[in-house]
T-cell receptor, first 116, second 119 residues
C-alpha cells in the first residue's frame, strides 16, 4: 500500500522568507511518481511539480525547488522569497504510474500562511 | 479549452436521500477519477474509469456509492441513502491515460469540486 506523510500541519512565515514543506512517502513500487499540489482558498487543486522515481536530480523552477531523496523516501518542497499569494494548503501526492496504478495517494496537507 | 467542470458546486441534502454528482472531463481525456476530500484531510481516491469501464473502484467506501460513465465522457457519482459522514468535497479529475507498463505518467487535471452537505 502507498502512504504519504506530511508531518507539518501549519506553517506561518513572513513575506520574503523561504519555507520548506516536508513529505515522506512509502511505496513498494519500483516505478512511481511524486507530486506537489496547491489548494488555495478557492478550493481547486493546482498542479505544481512532478518527479519520477528514476530521476533524483533536484531542480529549481522559478521560486519553487524540490529535494527528492530515495534513500530517505523524502520529497521536500521549498518556496523561496514567499509571497502572500502563496498562502494555501499544499499536498504531497504519490502515484504508481499509468493505468490502474495511476490513482493519487495524498498526504493530509500543510496549511501555509504568509503574512505581509 | 475548457477545464474539468463539476455540477452542482454545492449540494445540501437530508440524511437518507439520494444524490447525483456530475463530472464533465476535459474533451478527449479517456481517464477519469473521483476523489473525496473531508474537512482538514487530503483527497482520497474513490474510483477510476478508463473509457466507459471502471478500472479500479477499490476506494468506494461501501455499496451506497456507485459511479457510471456510459459514453466514456461525462461521469456521474451516485450516493444512495446519504449519511452525515458523506459530507465532503467530491473532486473529479481527468487525464490522458499513461502508456502501458507504467513508463510514463499523465497529469490529472482537477475540477472545482462539489461540496456535499448532508443534514
Amino acid at each position: 500500500a502507498q502512504k504519504v506523510t506530511q508531518a507539518q500541519t501549519e506553517i506561518s512565515v513572513v513575506e520574503k522568507e523561504d519555507v520548506t514543506l516536508d513529505c515522506v512517502y512509502e511505496t513498494r513500487d519500483t516505478t512511481y511518481y511524486l507530486f506537489w499540489y496547491k489548494q488555495p482558498p478557492s478550493g481547486e487543486l493546482v498542479f505544481l511539480i512532478r518527479r519520477n522515481s528514476f530521476d533524483e536530480q533536484n531542480e529549481i523552477s522559478g521560486r519553487y525547488s524540490w529535494n527528492f531523496q530515495k534513500s530517505t523516501s523524502s520529497f521536500n518542497f521549498t518556496i523561496t522569497a514567499s509571497q502572500v499569494v502563496d498562502s494555501a494548503v499544499y499536498f504531497c501526492a504519490l502515484s504508481g504510474g499509468s493505468g490502474a496504478n495511476s490513482k493519487l495517494t495524498f498526504g493530509k496537507g500543510i496549511t501555509l500562511s504568509v503574512r505581509p | 479549452g475548457a477545464g474539468v467542470s463539476q455540477t452542482p458546486s454545492n449540494k445540501v441534502t437530508e440524511k437518507g436521500k439520494y444524490v447525483e454528482l456530475r463530472c464533465d472531463p476535459i474533451s478527449g481525456h479517456t481517464a477519469l477519477y473521483w476523489y473525496r476530500q473531508s474537512l482538514g484531510q487530503g483527497p482520497e481516491f474513490l474510483i477510476y474509469f478508463q473509457g466507459t469501464g471502471a478500472a479500479d473502484d477499490s476506494g468506494l467506501p461501501n455499496d451506497r456509492f456507485f459511479a457510471v460513465r456510459p459514453e466514456g465522457s461525462v461521469s456521474t457519482l451516485k450516493i444512495q441513502r446519504t449519511e452525515r459522514g458523506d459530507s465532503a468535497v467530491y473532486l473529479c479529475a481527468s487525464s490522458w491515460p499513461g502508456l502501458a507498463g507504467g513508463s510514463s505518467y499523465n497529469e490529472q487535471f482537477f475540477g472545482p469540486g462539489t461540496r456535499l452537505t448532508v443534514l
